[in-house]
């Protein structure tokens, strides 16, 4: 490398691209019904985080970091369980779900077919389900 090559631009250079995840913010109660009937024509996956929990944060980044379904093939909602508590507890009544934190739920015809929970959850298994 000569003196004037150190100011050159490297080709091989990694640029991180940022992922787009497709979340739709679960906030209402009412939700939950919109949520029955669209699992009825495609698959809906809700993400049960704490935003306030060191390991659902942690899971949270490694879910979206392996994320790669396109869109589309499912409808994929995030549920901030600390701001909407209310909403957390209906979820789980609604689909028969003991709660955790963080907590994966797929929906499908109406009702929860899976759920997993702290680092259990992986984006590859939602592939499964479409």
């Not at 739709?24 to 029955?36: A, F, G, M, P, S």
């Not at 507890?89 to 702290?118: C, D, M, W």
Request: proline share 3%; glycine share 4%; with cysteine.
């Amino acid at each position: 490398m000569g003196l004037f090559n150190f100011f050159e631009k490297k080709e091989n250079t990694v640029v991180n691209e940022e992922k787009s995840i497709p979340w739709k913010r679960l906030t209402r109660i009412e939700q939950l019904d919109e949520i029955v009937e669209a699992s009825k024509q495609k698959p809906v996956a809700i993400f049960k985080h704490s935003t306030t929990c060191g390991i659902s944060r942690m899971v949270l980044r490694n879910f979206e970091n392996n994320y790669s379904i396109p869109e589309g093939k499912i409808s994929l909602y995030y549920l901030d369980l600390r701001a909407f508590r209310e909403v957390s507890n209906e979820t789980g009544y609604r689909f028969q779900v003991i709660h955790e934190s963080p907590q994966l739920l797929v929906i499908k015809n109406g009702v929860a077919v899976y759920h997993a929970s702290h680092h259990n959850i992986h984006a590859a298994d939602l592939e499964r389900f479409l």
